[in-house]
């Protein structure tokens, strides 16, 4: 049982941005869109990006290329409150557009969220947020193109991403 959840991956390995002055990422592979306008995360109550969140009720989620698999295990696997991922992994931001949480400038794409609702499970929180500005950057047409190769967390150490499509 205490790998079920990972049969549901690879999933998206997202990062999410959250913090106005003093701004951090994470690595976020637990996240569902629940309306077409509205997403739910899951953010361990540990995690610095948690008080952040709970205190500016905002987060921008950054699309990453698997090229940035690195960088996606490194924001995973350390805290902001140890040391200044921004600066230490030289992530470039850009400010918001219809939020003061600022976004990632190599991301394929971002989604501007505002939180609305949480709801506390045993150690993560379950944030639901309105999705008030989102922007593809490169490799979107409708839906993200073969070659925008997503990246993906499988479990432990590996990511993959999409392989070959097939329509239906
Ligand atoms: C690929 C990957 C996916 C992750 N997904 C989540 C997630 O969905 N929710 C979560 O709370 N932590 C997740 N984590 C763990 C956090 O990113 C990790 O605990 C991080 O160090 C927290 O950083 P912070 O203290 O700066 O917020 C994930 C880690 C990796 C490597």
């Known amino acids: 049982m205490r790998y079920a959840y990972r049969l549901l991956h690879p999933r998206p390995a997202l990062v999410v941005v959250a913090g106005h002055e003093k701004v951090n990422a ?9 309306e077409e306008n509205k997403v739910a995360i899951a953010v361990d109550r540990e995690n610095y990006t948690y008080e952040l969140i709970e205190r500016f009720k905002e987060f921008t989620l950054n699309v990453l290329s698997i090229d940035d698999a ?6 995973g696997t350390t805290s902001g409150r140890e040391m200044d991922k921004i600066n230490e992994f030289r992530i470039e931001l850009e400010n918001g557009v219809k939020i003061k949480t600022p976004h990632m400038k190599n991301c394929l794409g971002y989604l501007e969220c505002k939180v609305f609702e949480e709801v506390k499970l045993e150690e993560h929180s379950v944030f639901f947020a309105e999705i008030v500005y989102a922007k593809a950057k490169k490799f979107f047409k409708e839906v993200w193109l073969e070659n925008a190769r997503v990246a993906m967390h499988v479990g432990k150490r590996f990511f993959t991403t999409n392989s070959k499509y097939i329509e239906l």
């Open 26 to 34: 994470m690595a976020l592979a637990w996240h569902m869109p629940v």
């Open 70 to 75: 690195e960088l996606i295990w490194k924001v």
